[in-house]
């Protein structure tokens, strides 16, 4: 494959196959593939369901260090690893999200891989795809629009305008809108309240499509949506405004898996994409375990770092699906490494041994807390140019200290010829049978305890800080049976701590929780920390201002 300068030339010159020749690898017939377009299509539910008394492949996680402007290339390792097992003869596929338009256009660019290491169509994926998260943002509004309605027409529900709790969405990111004023001007609009948006990845009704295994089930946890209370704290439901119904019919084409396809025309599933810091980080559990059935691997991602998208890949994922990986592959970079060393990005390119050394730390955690699940993890070096032999040495001793091994990946450059290494390591570990994966918690641990066994044992916090007004909410949960739902936590993905500027591996430091939501329908709690927010803004130079159409009609800024 010719060698190209960047990423968007090697989509664009990437030698798709006809989707239908993708699926035909994984066993789908032409019939149960729903075409949008040549090179992508939806796989039918009638085909997911006949699908289940198949046995099981195995799965493996790819997670990563906190993220640094430096990169990491989570999801380039993923398509490599998916690309490289079936280059040593495996039966593979992997399991990725799909983009959202926010941080497309705010500052992180594309979410299909990279290099050589790509999933097309690239600007497909990054854009508008097929419709999912705007079927998801509708549906979300309609909600909305249907408990303001329900108000406006005499509140048969009785609910209390101060605690109707249910916000609209958009898939952008507009701080003007985190909160508005709902209902202005005069009595035909409404009554006026106070309102606001999230991010369309941080919908429940998000984390419903990527948690529900069949439609029954989506329409099930819809209506189980808490939108609202009344006086006496009773909560009103998404069933007694009666828009379960229509909501799932919104959704019905976006339940199903999108199948596209790598470079090397391997298939993959790119579905869903809830956020890691603000929600629960991995994609679609239909689609997950769809893959099981038709692959004997599966590689699938988790965002941002393990402390957050392992976490609750982890402990709410495999939760709910039953499901459990034999294999994490943690992605670290040589440049991430001297960042957390302290050196500045306009520094990277120069040879920093004792950098490297000092930043290691913040791996060696990641290492540590993976060993808690008791999975086993392998350190995939994604390669850098400017990366020397010796910082590599240090890299590779430093892991071999905590018990595990490095293996140096070049996908980015050669795609799976850069990843043999890796997916014979994978490979090796999932033969061992090492794998004895267990959640963090059980279910019947009280939701405080939860959220302190993270914070102590994830994090390496000394302690959580909540008022009485949210610890008494937790108990109010509790005591209405919400108590077995697992929590996801909801900060910064730049730091194990809730400030994002303390890098490395900090200890003693609080774990500050400003806001708790029951999530009812998705199954957990969500707890707010430090600054983050529901509701990303844009940087100062956003990424938007270079996403444009040049003189041939292609889109270029997209990375």
């Not at 209370?229 to 119904?245: E, F, L, M, T």
């Not at 994922?317 to 294999?327: E, L, Q, T, W």
């Amino acid at each position: 494959m010719a060698k190209y300068k960047t990423d968007i030339e090697i989509a664009r010159a990437a030698r798709k196959r006809p989707i239908w020749e993708i699926g035909k690898k994984l066993g789908i017939p032409e019939k149960d593939l729903v075409p949008y377009g040549h090179d992508k299509a939806k796989v039918s539910q009638s085909f997911i369901a006949k699908q289940q008394k198949k046995k099981d492949g195995k799965l493996i996680l790819v997670t990563a260090i906190n993220p640094t402007p430096a990169g990491e290339g989570k999801t380039t390792t993923t398509v490599g690893l998916g690309d490289g097992l079936n280059a040593i003869g495996k039966k593979a596929m992997i399991c990725i999200r799909e983009a959202s338009l926010g941080p497309c256009f705010g500052m992180k660019g594309g979410a299909a891989g990279g290099g050589h290491a790509q999933v097309v169509p690239m600007e497909d994926m990054n854009l508008h795809f097929t419709g999912d998260f705007h079927a998801i943002t509708s549906a979300h509004n309609l909600l909305s629009a249907m408990v303001d309605n329900h108000i406006y027409w005499g509140n048969e529900q009785e609910i209390d305008m101060r605690r109707v709790s249910w916000r609209r969405v958009m898939d952008m990111n507009d701080r003007a809108l985190r909160q508005i004023v709902a209902s202005l001007g005069g009595v035909a609009n409404g009554f006026p309240r106070e309102a606001g948006f999230d991010i369309t990845v941080a919908s429940e009704v998000m984390a419903i499509l990527c948690l529900a295994t069949d439609l029954d089930d989506l329409q099930q946890r819809l209506g189980d949506i808490i939108v609202a209370y009344r006086r006496d704290r009773s909560p009103v439901y998404c069933r007694d405004i009666k828009a379960d119904g229509a909501m799932t019919v919104l959704l019905k084409d976006a339940m199903q898996p999108n199948l596209v396809q790598t470079l090397e025309n391997n298939p993959a599933f790119v579905h869903g994409g809830p956020f890691a810091n603000i929600a629960h980080g991995c994609n679609s559990v239909i689609a997950t375990k769809t893959a099981l059935k038709l692959a004997d691997y599966v590689v699938t991602e988790a965002g941002f770092g393990a402390d957050l998208g392992a976490e609750k890949f982890l402990n709410i994922k495999c939760r709910k699906a039953g499901i459990a990986p034999s294999a994490v592959v943690i992605v670290a970079t040589v440049r991430a490494m001297k960042m957390n060393g302290g050196v500045a990005k306009g520094d990277l390119g120069t040879e920093n041994v004792d950098a490297v050394k000092e930043g290691c730390a913040n791996l060696g955690r990641h290492i540590e807390n993976i060993k808690q699940f008791g999975v086993p993890a392998v350190v995939a070096i994604n390669h850098f140019v400017t990366d020397t032999a010796a910082e590599i040495k240090a890299v590779r001793d430093y892991v071999k200290s905590q018990g595990a091994e490095a293996v140096v990946c070049k996908h980015w450059a050669h795609g799976s010829k850069g990843t043999r290494e890796l997916a014979n390591k994978v490979v090796e570990i999932i033969d061992s049978g090492a794998a004895q994966f267990a959640p963090l918690y059980p279910d019947d641990m009280p939701l405080f305890q939860k959220i302190e066994t993270i914070a102590k044992r994830i994090y390496r916090a000394d302690e959580v800080l909540a008022n009485k007004q949210i610890r008494d909410q937790l108990k109010q949960w509790e005591d209405a049976g919400y108590g077995n739902l697992p929590v996801c936590m909801a900060k910064t993905q730049y730091s194990f701590s809730t400030d994002p500027n303390l890098r490395g591996a900090p200890v003693g430091h609080s774990v500050p929780v400003r806001e708790v939501r029951l999530s009812a329908g998705a199954g957990f709690i969500v707890v707010i920390c430090g600054e983050i927010m529901t509701m990303p803004g844009l940087p100062r130079v956003p990424s938007a201002e270079q996403i444009m159409l040049n003189e041939a009609g292609e889109i270029e800024g997209l990375f």
